[in-house]
């Protein structure tokens, strides 16, 4: 399956992918993310659900506060 994944293109040797299973692979570990998947805004409830099609455009921000 070819996404792009944060602006650069991305190969995962599987037909179906969570979002979960990408921040696995690619070691988000990070607390704070938002994730959007073709410009559309996922819920951290669905991480573990919600299915990247071949072609998707998926964007992963860190949120960082300060002061």
Do not use: C, P, W
């Not at 190969?11 to 990070?30: A, P």
């Not at 959007?36 to 949120?63: C, M, P, Q, R, T």
């Amino acid at each position: 399956m070819e996404i792009i994944l944060n602006n650069r293109q991305e190969s995962f040797d599987r037909e179906k992918i969570t979002i979960s299973e990408i921040l696995q692979i690619k070691n988000y570990t990070f607390k704070m993310l938002v994730i959007k998947v073709n410009s559309k805004l996922i819920k951290k409830d669905a991480y573990d659900i919600f299915e990247i099609n071949e072609g998707d455009n998926v964007i992963v921000l860190h949120l960082v506060s300060g002061g």
